[in-house]
């Protein structure tokens, strides 16, 4: 198989693969460092593993992988004790041979716990499950994660507890648990970046802006503990009937106030729940690729954001549970079923490329 390296200086000369078969086609991964950033996408093992030309368009248009699956809590340690880093295992390994890097998502996810662990959690606050697990995967991924979801989703304006989720890890720990979780995750990830990563931040709604506010004062708490937080993940999940809710101006103040307390941004999980089947493809897939262009142009003005991570790279996974599994029920990618781009791809790489060096 060719590695990456072999397939950018591939590239540099001509387009190897079906999508790059446009004379204008650039990856996404080369657009980014252009404006010294990251382009990458989730993947799951057994899709990349099982299908070639998938595969080789990720490592043509990304230069990092977030798995999708295998690195959650419940997908690693589904029986207390009994780890499964096989998944996890193969997509650090090739990463590391395809020179990309590789986000670890996720450590403490209220939706990613193993049964055993909620009982646990529940019956004794059992702080010592967490930094078994911390102690298992942290150390075992050191060289190949450069950077971490170490509490993902905390926040809950709606039927949270003073902003926060009642997760089992509030309900144990109270508020404490993420600022502990950021000082167990320093220890054994010395090196990595550690994030927060949030949903629910992109549009201004009530809601929203609740939430916003929730997180930047969570930012605050944890920053007047000191404790290691090196970035947010702005989950996108662009939604085609809420878009009409995007402020430009407001979503631009959101994320100044997270780079001025000098933290970095990712905009992580982009992708667009569309589903107009009424329509014809060009149809939806021009309305997707505004809504990203509506995002991105405010996002990428932002000096903090470096990342911008897409929930997959084909309709032909979606991850979108209107997918139902069937490919390309969902167009809110940036390559279609044939691995082609479309101008969701387009939409991305225009805003790439109009990010000031
Ligand atoms: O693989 C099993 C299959 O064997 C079984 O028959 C089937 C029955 O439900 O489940 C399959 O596993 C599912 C897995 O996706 C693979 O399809 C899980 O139930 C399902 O929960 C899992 O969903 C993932 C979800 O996180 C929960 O881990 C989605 O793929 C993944 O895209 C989604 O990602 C999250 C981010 O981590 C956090 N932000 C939101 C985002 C979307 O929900």
Same mark, same amino acid.
């Given at each position: 198989?060719?590695?990456?390296?072999?397939?950018?200086?591939?590239?540099?000369?001509?387009?190897?693969?079906?999508?790059?078969?446009?004379?204008?086609?650039?990856?996404?991964?080369?657009?980014?460092?252009?404006?010294?950033?990251?382009?990458?996408?989730?993947?799951?093992?057994?899709?990349?593993?099982?299908?070639?030309?998938?595969?080789?368009?990720?490592?043509?248009?990304?230069?990092?992988?977030?798995?999708?699956?295998?690195?959650?809590?419940?997908?690693?340690?589904?029986?207390?004790?009994?780890?499964?880093?096989?998944?996890?295992?193969?997509?650090?390994?090739?990463?590391?041979?395809?020179?990309?890097?590789?986000?670890?998502?996720?450590?403490?996810?209220?939706?990613?716990?193993?049964?055993?662990?909620?009982?646990?959690?529940?019956?004794?606050?059992?702080?010592?499950?967490?930094?078994?697990?911390?102690?298992?995967?942290?150390?075992?991924?050191?060289?190949?994660?450069?950077?971490?979801?170490?509490?993902?989703?905390?926040?809950?304006?709606?039927?949270?507890?003073?902003?926060?989720?009642?997760?089992?890890?509030?309900?144990?720990?109270?508020?404490?648990?993420?600022?502990?979780?950021?000082?167990?995750?320093?220890?054994?990830?010395?090196?990595?970046?550690?994030?927060?990563?949030?949903?629910? =931040?992109?549009? @201004?709604?009530?809601?929203? /802006?609740?939430?916003? !506010?929730?997180?930047?004062? &969570?930012?605050? +708490? %944890?920053?007047?503990?000191?404790?290691?937080?090196?970035?947010?993940?702005?989950?996108?999940?662009?939604?085609?009937?809420?878009?009409?809710?995007?402020?430009?101006?407001?979503?631009?103040?959101?994320?100044?106030?997270?780079?001025?307390?000098?933290?970095?941004?990712?905009?992580?999980?982009?992708?667009?729940?569309?589903?107009?089947?009424? =329509?014809?493809? @060009?149809?939806?897939?021009? /309305?997707?690729?505004? !809504?990203?262009?509506?995002? &991105?142009?405010? +996002? %990428?003005?932002?000096?903090?954001?470096?990342?911008?991570?897409?929930?997959?790279?084909?309709?032909?996974?979606?991850?979108?549970?209107?997918?139902?599994?069937?490919?390309?029920?969902?167009?809110?990618?940036?390559?279609?079923?044939?691995?082609?781009?479309?101008?969701?791809?387009?939409?991305?790489?225009?805003?790439?490329?109009?990010?000031?060096?």
């Amino acid at each position: 198989m060719l590695d990456r390296r072999t397939l950018l200086a591939a590239m540099a000369v001509a387009p190897i693969f079906p999508a790059a078969a446009k004379s204008d086609h650039i990856p996404l991964a080369m657009e980014a460092r252009h404006v010294q950033m990251l382009f990458g996408c989730a993947v799951r093992a057994d899709q990349i593993f099982a299908d070639r030309d998938f595969q080789t368009l990720v490592l043509t248009e990304c230069a990092e992988i977030t798995p999708e699956l295998e690195l959650k809590w419940d997908y690693i340690e589904p029986i207390k004790g009994q780890y499964n880093f096989s998944g996890a295992d193969a997509l650090a390994d090739l990463a590391a041979r395809t020179q990309l890097a590789l986000h670890g998502h996720t450590l403490l996810w209220h939706d990613a716990i193993p049964p055993w662990a909620i009982v646990a959690l529940e019956r004794e606050a059992d702080w010592a499950s967490i930094e078994r697990y911390f102690v298992a995967i942290l150390p075992r991924y050191q060289t190949t994660v450069s950077t971490w979801d170490v509490v993902n989703e905390p926040i809950d304006v709606m039927s949270g507890d003073k902003g926060y989720r009642t997760s089992p890890f509030y309900t144990a720990f109270g508020p404490d648990y993420v600022a502990r979780a950021f000082v167990l995750a320093r220890q054994y990830a010395p090196t990595a970046k550690l994030f927060i990563n949030e949903y629910g =931040l992109v549009y @201004d709604t009530p809601e929203s /802006r609740d939430k916003r !506010a929730a997180l930047i004062k &969570l930012i605050d +708490a %944890l920053k007047g503990r000191s404790a290691p937080l090196n970035g947010i993940g702005v989950q996108a999940h662009l939604e085609l009937d809420q878009q009409h809710h995007f402020n430009a101006d407001s979503f631009a103040a959101f994320l100044n106030e997270i780079g001025r307390r000098g933290l970095e941004i990712r905009i992580s999980e982009l992708d667009v729940k569309e589903n107009q089947t009424e =329509l014809m493809p @060009d149809q939806r897939d021009e /309305r997707a690729a505004n !809504a990203v262009r509506d995002v &991105l142009a405010i +996002a %990428l003005s932002n000096r903090a954001v470096g990342t911008v991570t897409s929930w997959g790279l084909s309709d032909r996974y979606s991850w979108l549970p209107e997918a139902g599994g069937n490919a390309g029920y969902n167009r809110g990618l940036p390559f279609d079923t044939d691995l082609e781009e479309k101008s969701l791809y387009r939409a991305i790489r225009d805003a790439l490329r109009h990010r000031q060096k």
